[in-house]
């Protein structure tokens, strides 16, 4: 099994160290990760200025951009090879809920899924590396779970391939750390508000604001999974459309299309008689 590793906390964080560690016993593993901590940076490509890959002492390579930047390049002519599986982490922090549109983990999972490649985000649920050993040796024990299974298994008939996984492991003792569950996604309020400071030129410097608190952590959810010591596990997609509105937003459509010009329209309710 050949194993393609990146992250979006950079290539010298504890949690790739930690992963990569506990995959090498079971597989051909490679790293190629960013260069920086590159942390929200969910799917981004860098198109407009030069990357550069470089190798550190312990063998990883480094890239000196995003997240999804490291495997796209690494499966377009890097490794000269196609993976048998992508996987990213071990993340600093939770990736639950709406955190997942904006996860740079995520996206360098995804990144591999849309080249057609099975992948895994990695994520333990706190901030701070606590029990790290734990969470590696439950993402290697996940891996060779889900790629030792026969195709013709009964468990992944009705399962499309590639597959996409979410998975955030609570910062618990390994014994102490209970099974998996498949979940869905939780909910956010909105963000707090932005921080306004003043840069030493007089000039106002804007910080995104810290996560809003959970809103949805209901049954089912990757919070409440978490939140009762599970290994929450969400199966993931890149399809964005909206199929249950398809219809209403058709009928819309028609109707609109169906009535004199709008903006013609609105000109002539601004006109004098």
């Not at 860098?46 to 390579?61: E, I, M, W």
């Not at 992948?119 to 290697?140: C, Y």
């Not at 937003?249 to 028609?254: D, G, L, N, T």
């Amino acid at each position: 099994m050949k194993i393609l590793i990146s992250n979006d906390d950079g290539y010298q964080a504890p949690g790739i160290v930690a992963l990569y560690e506990a995959l090498r016993s079971v597989a051909d593993v490679e790293v190629v990760a960013p260069e920086q901590n590159n942390s929200a940076k969910s799917n981004a490509l860098t198109l407009h200025s030069p990357l550069y890959v470089h190798r550190a002492a312990n063998g990883f390579r480094y890239v000196n951009g995003t997240p999804a930047d490291c495997v796209h390049i690494a499966l377009t002519g890097l490794l000269g090879y196609r993976p048998d599986l992508i996987v990213s982490g071990i993340n600093n922090g939770a990736n639950m809920g709406d955190d997942t549109i904006y996860s740079g983990t995520v996206g360098a999972a995804m990144e591999g899924y849309l080249f057609g490649i099975p992948a895994i985000a990695f994520s333990q649920t706190e901030k701070g590396w606590a029990h790290l050993d734990a969470a590696a040796h439950h993402a290697r024990d996940l891996v060779l779970q889900l790629m030792t299974l026969p195709a013709s298994s009964p468990a992944l008939l009705n399962i499309a391939s590639p597959w996409l996984l979410n998975i955030n492991i609570p910062n618990l003792p390994v014994d102490a750390v209970q099974s998996a569950k498949v979940c869905r996604l939780g909910r956010r309020h909105a963000a707090e508000s932005v921080i306004q400071q003043d840069s030493p030129r007089g000039e106002t410097m804007y910080w995104i604001g810290n996560a809003g608190p959970v809103k949805d952590d209901g049954e089912g959810t990757d919070f409440a999974a978490t939140a009762s010591g599970h290994i929450s596990i969400t199966p993931l997609k890149a399809d964005l459309s909206d199929y249950a509105g398809m219809n209403a937003w058709a009928q819309r459509v028609a109707i609109l299309t169906s009535v004199p010009n709008t903006s013609d329209l609105a000109v002539q309710a601004h006109c004098p008689p």
